[in-house]
């Protein structure tokens, strides 16, 4: 069963640089089709998509974001990154990760638990 | 951006209740509508795909129905397990978009 697991930093400076990463577990992180997604969600908002990366190194980010936003692969690790530039506290929010079914452009599932990411001095 | 309005955003009910949440959106999706529940501290986890299909081992009380852009997820008769936020997403366009979430409560 596939599971993802987020980590990183719970507290990041207003200005610096959000860095998280996540880790797939128990199928093949490489199965072509699927792409693997940031989410945020702010406290007591929906949820925010961040951006998608394919297994290859295809991105795509939220227009919102892009400027800042930069998502990465390690298939040898089975890891995919996220790093958001020059945070304020409006970055404040719980990240998860997440497989994109079949393609760029579809449903998330499975989900990571989510980390909790407070921009603060 | 493809804007997805829920309500209610919170929705009180009871044990063996029939439960309907609405997922509106700000222009035609077809049937490109997902929805999610959400328990506090835990994972979303699909439910419901392409606005009436299944996920895979979700109970069959619940059901999605709609297109264009209302949508409904229906819990026919609501169980303990099921008091949790509920989300919908739209996946025809970028950016990816989600709603803003109902929360079913006691």
Do not use: M
């Not at chain 1, 994109?100 to 579809?106: A, D, F, I, R």
């Not at chain 2, 895979?56 to 059901?63: D, E, H, L, N, Y």
């Amino acid at each position: 069963q596939l599971q993802l697991q987020e980590s990183g930093p719970g507290l990041v400076k207003p200005s610096e640089t959000l860095s998280l990463t996540c880790t797939v577990s128990g199928d093949s992180f490489s199965s072509s089709g699927h792409y693997w997604a940031w989410i945020r969600q702010p406290p007591g908002k929906g949820p925010e998509w961040v951006g998608s990366v394919s297994h290859g190194g295809s991105t795509s980010y939220n227009p919102s974001l892009k400027s800042r936003v930069t998502i990465s692969v390690d298939t040898s690790k089975r890891q995919f990154s996220l790093k958001l530039r020059s945070v304020t506290a409006a970055d404040t929010a719980i990240y998860s990760c997440a497989r994109t079914v079949g393609g760029l452009v579809n449903w998330f599932d499975p989900w990571g638990q989510g980390t909790l990411v407070t921009v603060s001095s | 951006d493809i804007q997805l309005t829920q309500s209610p955003s919170t929705l009180s009910a009871s044990v063996g209740d029939r439960v309907t949440i609405t997922c509106r959106a700000s222009q035609n999706i077809y049937s490109w509508l997902a929805w999610y529940q959400q328990k506090p501290g835990k994972a979303p986890e699909l439910l419901i795909y392409k606005a009436s299909s299944l996920a895979s081992g979700v109970p069959s009380r619940f059901s999605g129905s709609g297109s264009g852009t209302e949508f409904t997820l229906t819990i026919s008769s609501l169980q303990p397990d099921d008091f949790a936020t509920y989300f919908c997403q739209q996946f025809i366009s970028y950016p990816l978009t989600f709603g803003g979430g109902t929360r079913v409560e006691i």
